[in-house]
């Protein structure tokens, strides 16, 4: 444990003796990755995107550097095949439009924009973000909330001041008018597995697409 990804102690982090650093993308803050970068140790940043070729860059770059091209290759064609095929089974005639709430602490939507990891599970599940017009994880004021007329609300599965219960989700103003309130279509998936872009992408969507259409209703 070496602390948040964009806080990281260069002191803690060489006080380690590594022969190889594997960093993800937004790993900070940069004064610090400039120390690591200038020590005499291996440093390589994995790339971070959110889409059917995500995983395919980690595991060429994790393999890569551990020297196991041909190991990272045999993965990577296998995970290929499994995500179109739950690519394939999640495909919809008509898209649901998802909202990802990634807190309500304060009574106050933080939604998932474009450019999120979010977005990019939500697409591969078959559905279509209902928030728009901007990037990242911000605020989402009741009238940008309503006008989204989310099919279903999607959170993380998790307690403290960031969740929210059904009836705060419903009570909310900016939600209590969309499709997703009328008929409470909530899923609540663990964020590891939803928004890791990692080997178990496949399960992911397979986890989310199932889970949408049992709140929907759908076939």
Known sequence: DVGYLRALSP?????????????????????????????????????????????????????????MTEEGEALAARLDREIAEAMAEARRD????????????????????????????????????????????KPLSDEAAIGSMADVVIMMDRGGNHAADDSELWNHPGLAATPAAESGAVVRIDGLLLLGFGPRLPLAIRTLTAAVNDAIGAP
């Open 11 to 67: 002191e803690g982090l060489l006080s380690m003796e590594p022969d190889l650093v594997l960093a993800e993308a937004d790993s900070g803050p940069p004064e610090a990755i400039d120390v690591l970068r200038s020590a005499r140790i291996e440093f390589v940043t994995v790339p971070d995107s959110f889409d059917a070729g995500a995983v395919r860059e980690k595991i060429e770059t994790i393999a890569a550097a551990l020297g």
């Open 94 to 137: 008509n898209p649901p439009r998802m909202m990802f709430i990634l807190s309500m602490a304060g009574g106050r939507i933080m939604a998932a924009g474009s450019d999120t990891a979010a977005q990019g599970i939500i697409e591969l599940a078959g559905g279509v973000n209902a928030v728009e017009g901007y990037e990242g994880y």
